[in-house]
């Protein structure tokens, strides 16, 4: 059994307000943004499921924000999973990004901020799970965001393929559902093993409230082009070695995670449309790059085009 709700019960002028009051009910408290909010069309559809929630969610370009704000208003520490059946879908969290084509698979925590942006005419189902779902693995799934499971190999391909059908699956007659469910949770274990193989020691409280913190004075002191590993090191009260060890498990070193979140508020701010008037230059400045080459560079680096290349190519899927 299903329930569908479409933008198109609604006019063209409460299309996207009614889109957006919508997800945050289904989901976690959101922010949407989209430039032709008249045209705007989506679509999400609601499984009945019992250990899970389960949508399918289709319809316009158009970009969602889980916010500190939001955050604050709507805790929430369910962990999700989208896998793309149609268009593309890139997910920020973590300093991560991660771009989904169809048959992709990607984790993120919705008790941290994250970002994302789907292409026009996009198509992806949902999972929702409690935490404690995987209750043993708490330290993977840190590991596992802003990383993909690919479709098209290995032991990802069956287990992706199965995942797609379980919308089709819940709705068979006959079809023993707690038993689907059971499948499809030991699966998604399955595919963050896979996404998150290399994830060592847990940490200690100690270590990851002293890394939280290191992350809250980075976002503090973005904006400041001096700021860097040594000086973060210094607020903390520590050797600049031992904030490495203290980074040891995030992928990457400190230097590294500042310029990534330094790229990241100036990837979010060339997609604001309340920063049109802005130049690529101005933003950079404002996170903390002093030169407007380097920034270009360091940013396609990142994200695989010029900061004026992706601007305007968001502004075309919209």
């Known amino acids: 059994m299903h329930v569908a709700y479409s933008t198109k019960s609604v006019g063209n002028a409460q299309a996207f307000e009614y889109w957006t009051d919508l997800i945050c009910d289904v989901y976690v408290g959101l922010d949407c943004d989209c430039s032709e909010r008249s045209r705007f069309e989506a679509e999400i559809v609601?499984?009945?499921?019992?250990?899970?929630?389960?949508?399918?969610?289709?319809?316009?370009?158009?970009r969602a924000v889980r916010?500190?704000?939001?955050?604050?208003?709507?805790?929430?520490?369910?962990?999700l999973a989208n896998l793309q059946i149609g268009g593309r879908t890139s997910i920020f969290q973590s300093g991560r990004r991660v771009e989904l084509c169809r048959g992709d698979l990607a984790f993120y925590d919705a008790s941290l901020e994250y970002e994302i942006v789907a292409e026009s005419n996009f198509r992806t189902l949902v999972f929702q799970l409690p935490r404690r779902t995987f209750s043993e693995r708490y330290s993977e799934i840190g590991s596992a965001v802003g990383h993909k499971l690919?479709?098209?190999?290995?032991?990802?391909?069956?287990?992706?393929?199965?995942?797609?059908?379980?919308?089709?699956?819940?709705?068979?007659?006959?079809?023993?559902?707690?038993?689907?469910?059971?499948?499809?949770v030991d699966l998604l274990r399955t595919?963050?093993?896979?996404?998150?193989?290399?994830?060592?020691?847990?940490?200690?409280?100690?270590?990851?409230?002293?890394l939280l913190r290191a992350k809250h004075i980075v976002e503090e002191q973005l904006s400041d082009p001096e700021f860097n590993r040594e000086q973060l090191a210094l607020l903390l009260g520590i050797s600049v070695r031992g904030l490495s060890r203290l980074f040891s498990d995030e992928k990457v070193g400190p230097s590294d995670y500042i310029r990534l979140r330094r790229l990241e508020y100036c990837r979010r701010a060339l997609l604001d449309p309340n920063?049109?008037?802005?130049?690529?230059?101005?933003?950079?400045?404002?996170?903390?790059?002093?030169?407007?080459?380097?920034?270009?560079?360091?940013?396609r680096g990142a994200y695989g085009q010029s900061p004026r290349d992706y601007r305007m190519a968001f502004e075309r899927c919209r």
């Open 67 to 79: 916010s500190s704000k939001r955050l604050a208003r709507s805790p929430n520490d369910d962990v």
């Open 46 to 62: 609601r499984f009945d499921t019992s250990q899970f929630r389960l949508s399918e969610i289709s319809g316009s370009a158009h």
């Open 191 to 210: 595919a963050m093993s896979l996404v998150a193989p290399g994830r060592k020691r847990p940490t200690s409280a100690q270590t990851e409230a002293c």
């Open 275 to 299: 920063s049109t008037t802005r130049t690529i230059t101005e933003i950079a400045f404002c996170y903390g790059f002093n030169d407007s080459a380097h920034f270009s560079s360091v940013f």
């Open 150 to 184: 690919d479709g098209a190999f290995g032991l990802a391909r069956p287990i992706l393929r199965f995942l797609s059908e379980v919308p089709n699956a819940s709705e068979e007659a006959g079809v023993n559902r707690a038993i689907l469910e059971q499948y499809s």
